[in-house]
């Protein structure tokens, strides 16, 4: 990973560490909903409104389940092997977390943590058509792991902001990138910085294990 030189809103950032969805299934999905709504004259209104966002360069709102499942189906990477350097050793380590130290360790298995992003860089009049769930659930991530008969979901957000620590979360877990976080110039704060991301996972998920 080279060192970034991030965009005022972060989004450099977010696409560094978190990685991106296949802009191709992403498009695909948005053109599927205008054509499913095209095809029902009940819902000329949402119609209307899905195409006034997307001429402003926005996506449609979706609710949190269907942009769940949106994100899942548009990943461009198997979700146990993320592309992104980050991405991938947040995922491993809190897949050694809960081998070694959670209440199911003897559970869990590869396949049984995964990693999704939910970010986009499918660019449309020369700005970036976020993801519903990024862009109206302020979600730039999430993780799912396996335990017994059911998934626990841990969602998380990426930013460069220190500020945004005041704010009131809307995710499980918040990331603040320091702008100097370089696997290859500073390996070992790289990898000390991913083991605190990673124990902060794991805390909120022993947390919903738990519930």
């Not at 802009?23 to 999905?29: F, T, V």
């Not at 993320?82 to 590869?110: F, N, T």
Request: overall charge negative; aromatic content about 8%; glycine content about 4%.
């Amino acid at each position: 990973m080279h060192k970034n030189h991030y965009g005022e809103n972060g989004k450099v950032a977010e696409s560094d560490f978190f990685g991106n969805i296949d802009k191709g299934k992403h498009w695909e999905k948005l053109n599927q909903k205008v054509g499913q709504l095209k095809s029902n004259p009940e819902k000329r209104k949402e119609l209307q409104a899905v195409v006034e966002k997307l001429r402003n360069v926005l996506p449609p709102y979706d609710s949190r389940r269907s942009s769940f499942a949106m994100i899942e189906e548009c990943q461009a990477f198997p979700p146990n092997e993320p592309d992104k350097e980050y991405a991938r050793e947040l995922r491993g380590k809190v897949l050694a977390l809960l081998q070694e130290q959670s209440e199911v360790a003897d559970e869990i298995q590869d396949t049984d943590v995964l990693f999704f992003t939910a970010c986009s860089d499918l660019v449309v009049q020369n700005k970036t058509l976020d993801t519903s769930l990024d862009r109206w659930h302020g979600i730039d991530a999430f993780m799912k792991v396996r335990v017994g008969d059911r998934w626990v979901l841990i969602t998380m957000d990426g930013s460069i902001d220190p500020n945004k620590m005041e704010k009131k979360p809307k995710t499980d877990v918040v990331t603040i990138w320091p702008e100097d976080l370089d696997s290859r110039e500073n390996p070992e704060t790289f990898n000390s910085f991913v083991e605190m991301e990673a124990q902060k996972v794991f805390d909120s998920l022993q947390s919903k294990i738990r519930e």
